[in-house]
């Protein structure tokens, strides 16, 4: 099925030079003169790495057939993460350098979807936010505004900034787009 740059939207794999590419972001531009162009920002599956890339509006791609499977995380091992389909009991691998920041939202147990292009795994779609726990923060400044934040270290390695009043122990919601702090669990 053939799509249009001008149909791009954030999410839409497609294929181009051959590799399938995920739209991060994208935008309209319509120049005084000549044809509208898209300025996209955009993901390589296979190789991880991100690019800035303008397409005109009309041009038209392939799109990318990315099948999907749903998969416990098992653990981790020298930088290789194990994942077990519940319903077939296969195995998969994969690499902390595809793995990328998910890495640090990942906790034993956690169902995630797993992405495939053409029988290859490719990555790892997290949930929009995860459930951590604060294992290294500094003590709340006495007196200090509500509104200011400290450092603070999860469980799984990730360093955010969290309010005053969370301390060591307890669990927070952080959402896996941008590594922030969303709320206490």
């Not at 991880?48 to 999907?68: P, Y």
């Not at 951590?132 to 500094?138: A, G, R």
């Amino acid at each position: 099925m053939a799509i249009e740059a001008g149909d791009f939207r954030t999410g839409l794999t497609v294929i181009v030079d051959g590799d399938p590419w995920v739209v991060l972001d994208f935008m309209h531009v319509k120049p005084g003169k000549g044809a509208a162009i898209l300025k996209t920002k955009m993901k390589n599956l296979k190789t991880g790495s991100t690019q800035e890339r303008n397409f005109n509006a009309n041009t038209k791609f392939e799109a990318a057939n990315i099948e999907k499977k749903t998969a416990q995380f098992s653990y981790e091992s020298d930088g290789v993460y194990y994942f077990m389909d519940q319903e077939t009991y296969d195995t998969y691998e994969l690499d902390s350098e595809h793995m990328g920041d998910n890495k640090y939202y990942i906790i034993d147990g956690m169902e995630v979807v797993l992405m495939f292009f053409e029988g290859q795994l490719l990555s790892v779609s997290m949930p929009d936010r995860v459930e951590l726990t604060i294992v290294k923060t500094s003590p709340a400044v006495k007196g200090a505004p509500s509104n200011q934040t400290k450092d603070g270290t999860t469980d799984t390695g990730l360093t955010l900034r969290i309010p005053q009043f969370i301390d060591e122990g307890e669990k927070v919601l952080v959402s896996t787009s941008d590594g922030k702090y969303v709320g206490r669990a």
